[in-house]
């Protein structure tokens, strides 16, 4: 378990708020709507609490704490990542499969560092952050992406095509809160698991390639900050 904050009153891993307040800021911009947090960690009790209510007093669909699909509980491997949005229209779009904010949901998220998960088992309310939700990014992207608030929609170029500054930025993001994901994943060499500490005394494999994708962002973040300046 990591740091968390809150949104909507609700406990939400910082990683986590992070990502959802560029998401929320995105749906605001294309609707005029805030994105809201109905759910997000669970404590085991809490958790519990809803399966009692679910299960003996007509409470709606919950699961106990120690089944794998209990994706809020903090216990869970998803638990840091999971969160359950709905939005301030008069009719709640965002949680209906097939509603344009559903939609847009759907296909955005991942911009912004979600899965659009709840899709799978019949919750289209339900997100996910694709990568480590209490990494606080040290990288200056994070920094970047903070301060370029006004001019997020300039357009910066990418293998020759142009993007928006805040896709690129995202996307930089993204990759930043990988590698440190990475930095704490064993590698397999030669068919065994090592730890990159190892990897890297041995071969110098792991550094070589971490290397060539910081230079690769770097290359990248200077493009943008240029545009920014
Ligand atoms: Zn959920």
Redesign the pocket.
Known sequence: MGATTTRDGKRVAVGTAAAFDKLAAAFKKRFGLTLHVR?GLRTWQEQYDLWVKYKYHGGTYALHPSAAQA??YEGNPHGGK?L?VYDSGSDNGVTVAGNARSNWLRANASKYGFTAR?YQFG?PW?IELASNPYATPSFSGGQIMADAKDIWYFPVHRDGKEVRAIQELADIKTIALDLQLRLATPVTRGGKKVSVRQDNADTNTFAREILAEVKNISKRLAAVEKKLK
């Open positions: 759910s994706y809020h999971s359950d709840g919750e339900h």
